[in-house]
């Protein structure tokens, strides 16, 4: 018998459930396990004393009114997530408990004291109260966001919802799945069982529809959902967010009107710019041509005497015709870039330099122009275009020189990797010449930029304009660095290998 009581005392002692017993109308301590004395927060010298002298601060809780009731009636009394003021180290601090208070009788049936059990659950209460402020931040997001929510059982097939759910299906009360689906348009019932068949692989839904009103009127939603499955992986609840995108899906197709609107508009000025670029070199180059042939028949006639005012008039028309042809080509060139498709072949770039320093021969020689070239790697590209690339660069180095010294241009190149892995060629072409402000670096790109007046050099304006478009065609880039007085850099970066096949 003995052994049994120490059994259990020992059994009581270590639980960390506070246990207590209470006897007489003061409620004397006759018992309280370390976890209760913990829980009280008043020492261990609790034994023998009354429970009202040792929790004072419960006096307005009603709890020590609870245990005498069970001690007077013998019925046991049950408190869940009972909020409770403990003084603890000089400190009133909330805590919440789930207690008991139990009726103990002696062998006759007389009740002569009472067990309190308890757990402390304030963490728990906590937690629960903490997940039902987010459920309510959650809920008035979803609310003033415009959306709605649903949850339905795969089980009982019924839908909980909540926000604008209802709302935006234009429904009252309670509604199964079927109505919702019958709402859809019918257009729009291939795109819901497709949504639900991937859903059965990743888990996820996700579509528009089009709901049809009873006045026949269409919205569009957007609706997202997930699959919740239980332990054995069997789908048991959908989970799910419905947003009205109606006024998003007019704005769409707004915007694909007004582009399809400027589409055409903008063909129809390009082909107008096309047929411009084509009348321009084809009707123009031939008055062009004429009054050049003409005024040099009036140069060379030897019938006729020239005085020299004369004869620098006719040689301003001849420049001037000469201005006027070079801009014509630059036009058509540049104008018709676009509208050739050029093939993609294998292009060995110590040639192209090769061939324009043959085209060049002439501005080379006459200027004592010295040429430093590194070997050039082969690159993908049109070859015409890549020629026309670096044949304007060059012949711009040669023009723009100083007047006191030969020009001299040096070329380099270096292969360099893209952050994707794909190898590009750095060429640069950096020369001695008049060079560029800083301030107008990016500007010289524009068509029909010129920074000196025609009568310093001679040009159209196009050139770099043209260069930037070739490099561009070539998923590549040109840029120009360089210092007034003080020489021009241009860098080219273009990949070694082209994706497509034609340019």
Known sequence: M?????????????TPLPIAVYTGPDLKIEFANPAM???????????????FDILPEIQNQQIFDQALAVLQTGITFHAKDQKIELLINGE???????????PLADTKGNIYGVMNTGADVTDLHRAKQEMQNSDDRLRLAIESSGMGTYEIDLATKKIKTCGNFNSIWSIEG??????????????????????????????????????VNDDSSIRWVKIDGKI??????????????IQDIHEQKEFEEELKKQVAESTVEL?????????????????????????????????NDSEIIFNENSKKYLSKVDQSAQRMQTIIEGILAYSTLDKKTQPVEKINLDEIIENIKTDLELIINEKGAILVISEL??????????HQLFYNLIHNALKFSKA????????????????????????????????????????????????????EFEGNGLGLALCRKIAKRHNGTITAIGEKDNGAEFIVILPLKQAATYL
């Open 377 to 386: 790697p082969e690159i993908e590209g049109a070859t015409i275009l890549i």
């Open 174 to 211: 309670e509604v199964s799945n079927e109505q919702l689906i019958a709402k859809l348009h019918p257009e729009d019932h291939a795109l819901r069982e497709k949504a639900h068949e991937e859903a059965q692989l990743t888990g996820k839904i996700s579509y528009e529809a089009r709901i």
């Open 267 to 299: 063909q129809r000025s390009n082909d107008d710019l096309l047929h411009f670029a084509n009348v321009v070199s084809h009707d123009l180059k031939e008055p062009v041509r004429k009054i050049k042939t003409f005024n040099s028949f009036l140069r």
């Open 228 to 241: 919740i499955k239980d332990e054995n992986g069997n789908p048991i609840t959908i989970i799910g967010i």
């Open 404 to 455: 006191d010294q030969p020009p001299r241009v040096i070329i380099t190149a270096e292969v360099i990797n893209h952050e994707n892995g794909i190898e590009l060629l750095e060429i640069k072409i950096k020369d001695n010449g008049i060079g560029i402000d800083p301030i107008y670096a990016e500007k010289i790109f524009n068509a029909f930029e010129r920074l000196h007046s025609k009568d």
């Open 37 to 51: 004395i913990l829980t009280w927060g008043k020492g261990e010298g609790v034994i023998g004393k009354n429970y």
């Open 92 to 102: 009133i601090k909330s805590h919440y408990f789930n207690y008991s208070f139990i």
């Open 2 to 14: 003995y052994h049994d009581l120490n059994l259990l005392k020992n059994i009581v002692d270590n």
